[in-house]
Protein backbone atom coordinates (compact mmCIF):
# COMPACT_ATOMS: atom_id res chain seq x y z
CA UNK A 1 0.00 0.00 0.00
CA UNK A 2 1.74 3.11 -0.92
CA UNK A 3 2.40 5.76 1.83
CA UNK A 4 3.67 9.26 3.03
CA UNK A 5 7.26 9.05 4.25
CA UNK A 6 9.42 11.38 6.20
CA UNK A 7 13.07 11.78 6.77
CA UNK A 8 14.81 12.80 8.70
CA UNK A 9 12.75 10.98 12.15
CA UNK A 10 14.42 12.77 14.52
CA UNK A 11 17.19 16.10 13.71
CA UNK A 12 18.41 17.95 16.48
CA UNK A 13 19.45 21.21 15.86
CA UNK A 14 21.03 24.77 17.18
CA UNK A 15 19.01 27.38 17.50
CA UNK A 16 19.30 29.84 14.65
CA UNK A 17 20.02 27.18 12.28
CA UNK A 18 18.37 26.04 8.87
CA UNK A 19 16.80 22.74 8.72
CA UNK A 20 15.36 20.80 5.85
CA UNK A 21 12.55 18.75 6.43
CA UNK A 22 11.62 16.46 3.74
CA UNK A 23 8.53 14.28 2.61
CA UNK A 24 7.73 11.76 -0.06
CA UNK A 25 4.09 12.07 -0.69
CA UNK A 26 1.94 8.99 -2.43
CA UNK A 27 3.18 9.31 -6.07
CA UNK A 28 -0.71 10.28 -7.42
CA UNK A 29 -1.44 12.65 -5.12
CA UNK A 30 -1.76 16.65 -5.64
CA UNK A 31 -2.53 18.40 -2.51
CA UNK A 32 0.62 18.51 0.30
CA UNK A 33 0.48 19.76 3.56
CA UNK A 34 2.81 20.40 6.74
CA UNK A 35 1.43 19.94 9.63
CA UNK A 36 3.43 20.49 13.63
CA UNK A 37 2.51 19.14 17.16
CA UNK A 38 3.91 20.62 20.21
CA UNK A 39 4.46 17.54 22.58
CA UNK A 40 1.42 17.18 23.96
CA UNK A 41 -0.84 19.63 22.16
CA UNK A 42 -2.63 19.05 19.62
CA UNK A 43 -2.41 19.12 15.89
CA UNK A 44 -1.75 22.38 14.39
CA UNK A 45 -2.10 23.20 10.10
CA UNK A 46 0.71 25.07 9.14
CA UNK A 47 0.66 25.25 5.14
CA UNK A 48 -0.83 23.32 1.80
CA UNK A 49 0.62 23.13 -1.23
CA UNK A 50 -0.92 22.72 -5.01
CA UNK A 51 0.05 22.95 -8.37
CA UNK A 52 3.44 24.36 -6.74
CA UNK A 53 2.66 26.99 -5.09
CA UNK A 54 0.97 27.82 -1.50
CA UNK A 55 -2.93 27.71 -1.48
CA UNK A 56 -3.54 27.67 1.82
CA UNK A 57 -1.19 29.28 4.86
CA UNK A 58 -1.76 29.58 8.91
CA UNK A 59 -0.74 32.28 10.97
CA UNK A 60 1.96 30.00 12.37
CA UNK A 61 3.80 30.12 8.67
CA UNK A 62 5.57 32.98 8.99
CA UNK A 63 8.22 34.15 6.76
CA UNK A 64 10.81 31.54 8.42
CA UNK A 65 9.15 28.75 7.07
CA UNK A 66 9.23 27.79 3.20
CA UNK A 67 8.12 25.23 1.25
CA UNK A 68 9.42 23.86 -2.08
CA UNK A 69 8.93 20.47 -4.59
CA UNK A 70 12.12 20.95 -5.99
CA UNK A 71 11.47 17.73 -8.11
CA UNK A 72 8.70 16.25 -8.82
CA UNK A 73 8.74 13.87 -5.96
CA UNK A 74 9.93 15.40 -2.62
CA UNK A 75 8.13 17.86 -0.75
CA UNK A 76 10.28 20.28 2.07
CA UNK A 77 9.56 22.21 4.72
CA UNK A 78 12.57 24.82 5.16
CA UNK A 79 12.87 26.71 8.70
CA UNK A 80 15.40 29.20 8.21
CA UNK A 81 16.57 30.23 11.66
CA UNK A 82 14.89 27.73 14.52
CA UNK A 83 13.85 28.79 17.31
CA UNK A 84 13.03 26.54 20.69
CA UNK A 85 9.23 26.99 20.37
CA UNK A 86 10.20 25.25 16.57
CA UNK A 87 10.82 21.80 18.66
CA UNK A 88 7.78 19.47 17.86
CA UNK A 89 6.86 16.84 15.69
CA UNK A 90 6.25 17.78 11.92
CA UNK A 91 4.20 15.55 9.68
CA UNK A 92 3.93 15.96 5.93
CA UNK A 93 0.25 14.43 4.50
CA UNK A 94 -0.98 14.58 1.00
CA UNK A 95 -4.46 14.06 -0.74
CA UNK A 96 -6.07 12.60 -3.64
CA UNK A 97 -8.27 14.52 -5.82
CA UNK A 98 -11.42 12.19 -5.28
CA UNK A 99 -11.36 11.28 -1.81
CA UNK A 100 -10.56 14.10 0.59
CA UNK A 101 -8.20 12.36 2.83
CA UNK A 102 -5.15 13.42 3.93
CA UNK A 103 -2.37 10.60 4.46
CA UNK A 104 -0.04 11.44 7.26
CA UNK A 105 3.62 10.28 7.04
CA UNK A 106 5.00 9.04 10.25
CA UNK A 107 6.47 12.62 11.23
CA UNK A 108 9.92 14.38 11.72
CA UNK A 109 10.54 14.84 15.37
CA UNK A 110 12.90 18.73 15.37
CA UNK A 111 14.77 18.87 18.70
CA UNK A 112 15.72 22.97 18.55
CA UNK A 113 18.24 23.41 21.65
CA UNK B 1 -14.35 30.06 11.40
CA UNK B 2 -14.32 26.05 12.40
CA UNK B 3 -13.57 24.64 15.35
CA UNK B 4 -13.06 21.14 17.32
CA UNK B 5 -13.88 21.08 20.64
CA UNK B 6 -13.23 17.67 22.38
CA UNK B 7 -13.68 17.96 25.78
CA UNK B 8 -12.70 14.57 28.03
CA UNK B 9 -8.73 15.13 27.94
CA UNK B 10 -8.08 11.89 29.43
CA UNK B 11 -10.10 8.79 29.49
CA UNK B 12 -9.39 5.57 31.97
CA UNK B 13 -11.58 1.99 31.24
CA UNK B 14 -10.55 -1.10 32.11
CA UNK B 15 -10.35 -3.96 29.06
CA UNK B 16 -13.63 -4.88 27.60
CA UNK B 17 -15.40 -1.93 28.80
CA UNK B 18 -17.08 0.29 25.92
CA UNK B 19 -16.17 4.20 26.09
CA UNK B 20 -17.40 6.71 24.15
CA UNK B 21 -15.45 9.70 22.78
CA UNK B 22 -16.75 13.30 22.39
CA UNK B 23 -16.82 15.52 19.27
CA UNK B 24 -18.60 18.65 18.94
CA UNK B 25 -17.41 20.91 16.28
CA UNK B 26 -18.07 24.16 14.99
CA UNK B 27 -18.28 25.46 10.71
CA UNK B 28 -20.12 27.74 9.34
CA UNK B 29 -19.89 25.78 5.57
CA UNK B 30 -22.73 23.12 4.50
CA UNK B 31 -20.29 21.23 3.10
CA UNK B 32 -17.71 19.76 5.22
CA UNK B 33 -15.77 16.54 6.22
CA UNK B 34 -14.95 15.30 9.77
CA UNK B 35 -12.52 12.22 10.35
CA UNK B 36 -11.38 10.91 13.34
CA UNK B 37 -7.25 9.86 13.80
CA UNK B 38 -5.53 7.63 15.95
CA UNK B 39 -2.16 8.10 17.40
CA UNK B 40 -0.81 5.58 19.15
CA UNK B 41 2.75 6.05 21.68
CA UNK B 42 4.76 5.56 18.59
CA UNK B 43 3.20 9.27 17.01
CA UNK B 44 2.32 8.05 13.72
CA UNK B 45 -1.34 9.23 13.00
CA UNK B 46 -3.60 6.84 12.07
CA UNK B 47 -6.65 7.51 9.89
CA UNK B 48 -9.51 5.75 11.17
CA UNK B 49 -12.65 7.43 9.70
CA UNK B 50 -14.11 9.74 7.17
CA UNK B 51 -17.42 10.80 6.98
CA UNK B 52 -19.25 13.41 4.88
CA UNK B 53 -21.74 16.17 6.19
CA UNK B 54 -25.03 15.14 4.14
CA UNK B 55 -24.03 11.36 5.35
CA UNK B 56 -25.71 11.15 8.46
CA UNK B 57 -25.83 7.16 8.85
CA UNK B 58 -23.25 5.82 12.04
CA UNK B 59 -20.95 3.55 10.99
CA UNK B 60 -19.81 0.48 12.49
CA UNK B 61 -16.16 -1.18 11.77
CA UNK B 62 -15.44 -4.04 13.79
CA UNK B 63 -15.73 -2.63 17.47
CA UNK B 64 -15.56 1.08 16.27
CA UNK B 65 -19.03 2.86 15.70
CA UNK B 66 -19.27 6.18 14.77
CA UNK B 67 -22.36 8.34 15.80
CA UNK B 68 -23.00 11.25 13.71
CA UNK B 69 -25.38 13.95 14.55
CA UNK B 70 -25.58 16.87 12.93
CA UNK B 71 -28.48 18.83 14.69
CA UNK B 72 -26.63 18.59 17.91
CA UNK B 73 -22.96 19.47 15.78
CA UNK B 74 -21.25 15.92 17.17
CA UNK B 75 -19.80 13.29 16.18
CA UNK B 76 -19.01 10.80 18.37
CA UNK B 77 -16.47 7.62 18.37
CA UNK B 78 -17.51 4.57 20.56
CA UNK B 79 -14.81 1.68 21.24
CA UNK B 80 -17.13 -1.55 21.90
CA UNK B 81 -14.97 -4.20 24.42
CA UNK B 82 -11.91 -1.62 24.94
CA UNK B 83 -8.40 -3.66 24.51
CA UNK B 84 -5.14 -2.70 26.21
CA UNK B 85 -4.09 -1.81 22.32
CA UNK B 86 -6.56 0.70 21.58
CA UNK B 87 -4.64 2.92 24.38
CA UNK B 88 -3.70 6.18 22.46
CA UNK B 89 -4.90 9.51 21.95
CA UNK B 90 -7.59 10.33 19.64
CA UNK B 91 -8.45 13.36 17.79
CA UNK B 92 -11.02 14.33 15.71
CA UNK B 93 -11.15 16.49 12.96
CA UNK B 94 -12.80 19.20 10.24
CA UNK B 95 -12.42 19.66 6.64
CA UNK B 96 -14.82 22.55 5.58
CA UNK B 97 -14.95 21.78 1.72
CA UNK B 98 -16.13 19.32 -0.96
CA UNK B 99 -13.04 18.53 -2.48
CA UNK B 100 -9.42 17.44 -1.57
CA UNK B 101 -6.96 20.16 -0.59
CA UNK B 102 -8.65 22.05 2.57
CA UNK B 103 -7.09 21.76 5.71
CA UNK B 104 -7.29 19.63 8.79
CA UNK B 105 -8.76 21.55 12.05
CA UNK B 106 -7.86 19.30 14.85
CA UNK B 107 -9.55 18.97 18.42
CA UNK B 108 -6.98 19.03 21.33
CA UNK B 109 -7.37 15.14 21.60
CA UNK B 110 -8.39 12.43 24.02
CA UNK B 111 -5.83 10.07 25.77
CA UNK B 112 -7.70 7.14 26.37
CA UNK B 113 -6.20 4.52 28.12
CA UNK B 114 -7.30 1.06 28.75
CA UNK B 115 -5.75 -1.37 31.97
CA UNK B 116 -5.55 -4.89 31.41
Known amino acids: EPEVTQTPSHQVTQMGQEVILRCVPISNHLYFYWYRQILGQKVEFLVSFYNNEISEKSEIFDDQFSVERPDGSNFTLKIRSTKLEDSAMYFCASDGVRWNEQFFGPGTRLTVL | AQKVTQAQTEISVVEKEDVTLDCVYETRDTTYYLFWYKQPPSGELVFLIR??????QNEISGRYSWNFQKSTSSFNFTITASQVVDSAVYFCALSEAETSGSRLTFGEGTQLTVNP
Open chain 2, 51 to 56: RNSFDE
